[in-house]
């Protein structure tokens, strides 16, 4: 069965520091990654996603993400980070076809981010 | 840039109530979602609708749960007697081959 697994619930980091959330899916074909950020009370942003190709996927507000089939896992980075940055991340692995636009996603539960100044 | 626009943002019902959960997709998307987030939970599929019929559905979504696309541009959730349970976000979402999906900035349901 398809699965993902954010290990971090919470993770702290300081202004300007570097930042990677881990994520870990199971899935038994080629899947359909993607990362979506959720500030309090809002809806889900889409940061990034990797249907193919190059493994290293470049998103918005400076996130990147790195494919690595041997290790299951899509991890997110940001070299920097701001303070604008603390929300809750899901990363979500889709069934779909076409482009992963089509069946359902399956989400993580979330890694909160909290920024120290 | 086109948006999923989801209405009301918050709606409180009484428990054993009828809700309807109203979602306008983005014009061109083929594909239409509806997921649910309990408080501090992570995001679960509920059902997909494609070509005027439910595609797929997740144990959750179960008689209780119902989904329209009443015109060109509508797409509903109802659920028909809620639960105190049943409290979450909804989300919809809509997507198309080749764009990924786009989801809305929800609905707080809260069963009282």
């Known amino acids: 069965a398809q699965s993902v697994t954010q290990p971090d619930i919470h993770i702290t980091v300081s202004e300007g520091a570097s930042l990677e959330l881990r994520c870990n899916y199971s899935?038994?074909?080629?899947?359909?990654l993607f990362w979506y950020v959720q500030s309090p009370g809002q809806g889900l942003q889409l940061l990034l996603k990797?249907?193919?190709?190059?493994?290293l996927v470049q998103g918005i507000k400076g996130f990147e993400a790195e494919f690595k089939r041997s290790q299951s896992s899509f991890n997110l980075r940001k070299p920097s980070v701001h303070w604008s940055d603390a929300a809750e991340y899901f990363c979500?692995?889709?069934?779909?076809?076409?482009?992963?636009?089509?069946?359902?996603?399956?989400f993580g539960k979330g890694t909160k981010l909290s920024v120290k100044p | 840039e086109p948006e999923v626009t989801q209405t009301p943002s918050h709606q409180v019902t009484q428990m054993g109530q009828e809700v309807i959960l109203r979602c306008v997709p983005i014009?061109?998307?083929?594909?239409f979602y509806w997921y649910r987030q309990i408080l501090g939970q992570k995001v679960e599929f509920l059902v997909s609708?494609?070509?005027?019929?439910?595609?797929?559905k997740s144990e959750i979504f179960d008689d209780q749960f119902s989904v329209e696309r009443p015109d060109g541009s509508n797409f509903t959730l109802k659920i028909r007697s809620t639960k105190l349970e049943d409290s979450a976000m909804y989300f919809c979402?809509?997507?198309?081959?080749?764009?990924?999906?786009?989801f809305g900035s929800g609905t707080r349901l809260t069963v009282v």
């Open positions: 609708f494609y070509n005027n019929e439910i595609s797929e």
């Open positions: 014009s061109n998307h083929l594909y």
């Open positions: 990797y249907f193919s190709g190059d493994t």
């Open positions: 979500a692995v889709g069934a779909g076809v076409d482009g992963g636009s089509q069946g359902n996603l399956i």
């Open positions: 979402a809509s997507s198309r081959p080749g764009y990924g999906y786009t």
């Open positions: 899935y038994g074909a080629t899947p359909y």
